[in-house]
């Protein structure tokens, strides 16, 4: 079954960037879901950006504008350019695949985002 492995999370201060990469084992196909989730301590885990079946992207209404999802089908690897962070964005973050967006999905190990102020 397909792997995937996070990288990129780290310390910053608030308005610092940083991007996460998500690299997967197996080819992914343009009409995979793939998306990047978020949880912080003591918070449910939450949807931030992601792709949907048709290659159209989607986010949080707390990233818009901030946040970007792009990614690289040659590859496998899925991407969070994450700009104008807020201490909020602290959180562990993971990307997560649904083949051809249906039934079980396939999660990363997770990525520590912190953000201070």
């Known amino acids: 079954q397909v792997q995937l492995l996070e990288s990129g999370g780290g310390s910053v201060q608030t308005g610092g960037s940083l991007r996460l990469s998500c690299a997967a084992s197996e080819y992914t196909s343009s009409s995979d879901c793939m998306t990047w989730f978020r949880q912080a301590p003591g918070k449910e885990r939450e949807a931030v950006a992601g792709?949907?079946?048709?290659?159209?992207?989607t986010y949080a209404d707390s990233v818009k504008g901030r946040f970007t999802i792009s990614k690289d089908n040659a590859k496998n690897t899925l991407y969070l350019q994450m700009n104008s962070l807020e201490p909020e964005d602290t959180a562990m973050y993971y990307c997560?695949?649904?083949?051809?967006?249906?039934?079980?999905?396939?999660w990363g190990q997770g990525t520590q985002v912190t953000v201070s102020s």
């Open positions: 997560a695949l649904r083949r051809r967006c249906s039934g079980h999905w396939y």
């Open positions: 792709f949907d079946v048709f290659g159209r992207t």
